[in-house]
């Protein structure tokens, strides 16, 4: 060994043993060098500085409580405790972090390092890279605020600004959020995402956009596995030619399903019918909208709306053979037809919709009832046609210049006919009867004619009786006023319900539809939070979506209905 090598050797151990003398008073603190190859010194340019640089065996080497810096070239300020590293570095932390840059600069006091430069960092199941990172070792954090991509074994993540937290392995992305996915794609103003079960929440205008549906919300959850999750605050489904609307939505497409809970509109887009109520599923594969909780569904008759109301609504089959059920207090409002019984059954593919148990039916002022009542419209066109009333049909009007007796006209069926959506022609047959007040030009009454005959033709003007036939050996008379006693003025069977005739389309619910109390959706109004969210779900067994060694299937009931998760 000649002079000069045994000089630097001397020197070298010198200044590890000055370094080795700081690192004991800084309570452990202090960066230690763990391998220094070449050393020099530049007080010109780097003054207080040592550098080391790597020789032909290996690179320099740092460590600081838990993790290992290598890199080509440190310059390293013992008193600051802090180095500048540059060259092929790489930063490992345990047996998991693992960070490489071009160059970083690391401070041993707040156990904070920037790298940057081609930086990317992986913990084994997914890579971050970005152009300048930031990673917080005293808090376990790493961040980036000019862009950066996140790649995992599902998806591939952007944003404009990213924070890597390492104890629960989330990922809280924020501007530009974007998740692109061979099955999805996700956008969203602030996204939370854990790589382990690798679980979305979102926050801000978000939309997901599936190869059959599209989801939007302010607020929600997404497992991207199995595309199962649910949105609140603004929430929107474009599914199945449909477009649901509500303060909750939940949506599985496994099982091909969705629902929505309180303030709900569902839009059918081929027939431009609507659906409103506080709770509903759709079943894709079935074809099918259920609807309950003030559930009124809107369809488009002749430029007027018809509201169609029941406990529960049902509609299912496809395009040009959906039928629409309702279910228990059945009611309907146009502005010139209403009505109401205990189920309403419409056929599309038919165009008949029946009013079945104990019916009753009001066009304008004239009250039909019978033991069933069928609608039908004209298929291609879609307005009203005709009218049927099989057995014990009865229709009854006010006589309104009297004020105080009825029109009356039964028989044990009814048909009638619509032209241009108002009911101009019925016919009665089979043992028809008829009460009518007759008056004359100047509304003088003539008499009140009851007769029977075996059947009956109205002729109908403005949704008054304008004239009456009587077919098959009538036999009746016009009575004077006087000579028929008012316990004779009506026919057998007579029940007049005009206080339960509906005029206008808030009469279709009653109380309790009015007086429902809406469930209250959690995370609405405030954040809650949304670690212990996601332990709670990852340690649920019974949860669909993350249950292990489970296929996903659909909850007994959706969770949004119950109680709402969100962030």
């Known amino acids: 060994m000649n002079l000069k090598s045994i000089s630097f050797f001397i020197l070298s151990l010198f200044v590890f043993s000055v370094f080795a003398q700081e690192q004991q008073t800084e309570g452990g603190r202090q960066i230690n060098i763990v391998y220094g190859a070449n050393f020099t010194k530049n007080e010109a340019e780097f003054p207080g500085a040592s550098i080391f640089s790597k020789d032909d065996e290996r690179q320099?080497?740092?460590?600081?409580?838990?993790?290992?810096?290598?890199?080509?070239?440190?310059?390293?300020?013992?008193?600051?405790?802090?180095?500048?590293?540059?060259?092929?570095?790489?930063?490992?932390?345990?047996?998991?972090?693992?960070?490489?840059s071009g160059k970083m600069d690391y401070d041993g006091n707040t156990k904070l390092a920037k790298a940057w430069e081609k930086v990317d960092l992986t913990n084994g199941q997914m890579t971050l890279t970005t152009d300048t990172l930031y990673f917080d070792r005293e808090n376990q954090q790493a961040y980036y605020n000019a862009g950066g991509k996140v790649v995992d074994s599902a998806n591939v993540l952007t944003s404009k600004v990213g924070t890597y937290f390492m104890t629960p392995k989330k990922y809280q992305f924020q501007r530009n959020v974007h998740i692109d996915n061979p099955d999805y794609i996700i956008d969203s103003e602030q996204l939370d995402y854990y790589t382990t079960s690798k679980n979305a929440y979102m926050y801000g205008p978000s939309t997901i956009t599936g190869e059959e549906y599209k989801i939007y919300c302010e607020r929600g959850f997404y497992d991207t596995k199995i595309e199962q999750g649910?949105?609140?605050?603004?929430?929107?489904?474009?599914?199945?030619?449909k477009i649901i609307e509500g303060d909750s939505l939940y949506f599985d497409k496994a099982t091909e399903f969705a629902s929505a809970t309180n303030n709900i509109k569902i839009t059918d887009t081929i027939n431009n019918g609507v659906i409103r109520a506080h709770y509903a599923e759709v079943h894709k594969a079935k074809d099918s909208v259920f609807a309950t909780k003030r559930a009124v569904s809107i369809s488009l008759v002749q430029k007027d709306s018809l509201y169609m109301h029941g406990d529960t609504l049902m509609v299912t089959g496809k395009e040009e053979e959906r039928i629409l059920r309702a279910f228990r207090n059945a009611k309907f409002y146009k502005t010139d037809l209403s009505g109401k019984c205990d189920?309403?059954?419409?056929?599309?593919?038919?165009?008949?919709?029946?009013?079945?148990?104990?019916?009753?039916?009001?066009?304008?002022?004239?009250?039909?009832?019978?033991?069933?009542?069928?609608?039908?419209?004209?298929?291609?066109?879609?307005?009203?046609?005709?009218?049927?009333?099989?057995?014990?049909?009865?229709?009854?009007?006010?006589?309104?210049i009297s004020g105080t007796g009825y029109n009356q006209a039964k028989g044990k069926n009814l048909f009638g006919k619509f032209i241009e959506n108002e009911l101009k022609i019925i016919d009665l047959v089979q043992n028809t009867e008829v009460i009518y007040?007759?008056?004359?030009?100047?509304?003088?009454?003539?008499?009140?004619?009851?007769?029977?005959?075996?059947?009956?033709?109205?002729?109908?003007?403005?949704?008054?009786?304008?004239?009456?036939?009587?077919?098959?050996?009538?036999?009746?008379?016009?009575?004077?006023?006087?000579?028929?006693?008012?316990?004779?003025?009506?026919?057998?069977?007579?029940?007049?319900?005009?206080?339960?005739?509906?005029?206008?389309?808030?009469?279709?619910?009653?109380?309790?539809?009015?007086?429902?109390?809406?469930?209250k959706i959690r995370g609405i109004d405030n954040p809650i939070d949304i670690d212990a969210e996601e332990n709670e779900r990852q340690k649920n067994q019974n949860d669909p979506i993350n249950a292990p060694n489970t296929k996903?299937?659909?909850?007994?009931?959706p969770v949004l209905k119950k109680k709402a998760q969100s962030p």
């Open 230 to 241: 649910y949105g609140i605050k603004n929430t929107r489904i474009d599914y199945d030619n």
């Open 552 to 557: 996903a299937v659909k909850p007994k009931k």
């Open 437 to 519: 007040y007759v008056y004359n030009d100047d509304e003088e009454l003539v008499g009140i004619d009851k007769t029977i005959c075996s059947k009956i033709r109205l002729l109908m003007a403005d949704n008054d009786i304008e004239d009456i036939t009587f077919f098959v050996n009538p036999d009746g008379d016009i009575f004077p006023e006087t000579d028929l006693p008012v316990e004779s003025r009506k026919l057998k069977g007579f029940i007049w319900r005009g206080d339960e005739r509906i005029r206008s389309k808030e009469e279709i619910f009653d109380e309790d539809d009015n007086n429902i109390e809406l469930v």
């Open 60 to 100: 320099v080497q740092f460590e600081h409580q838990g993790a290992d810096l290598w890199c080509d070239i440190a310059i390293f300020y013992t008193e600051e405790n802090r180095l500048k590293a540059i060259g092929n570095i790489r930063l490992q932390q345990g047996d998991s972090i693992e960070m490489n």
């Open 343 to 400: 189920s309403i059954h419409f056929d599309e593919k038919t165009g008949i919709t029946q009013l079945i148990t104990d019916p009753i039916l009001w066009n304008v002022d004239n009250q039909i009832t019978g033991d069933s009542i069928h609608l039908i419209s004209d298929l291609e066109t879609d307005k009203l046609d005709s009218l049927k009333v099989i057995e014990n049909a009865f229709i009854i009007s006010l006589d309104t």
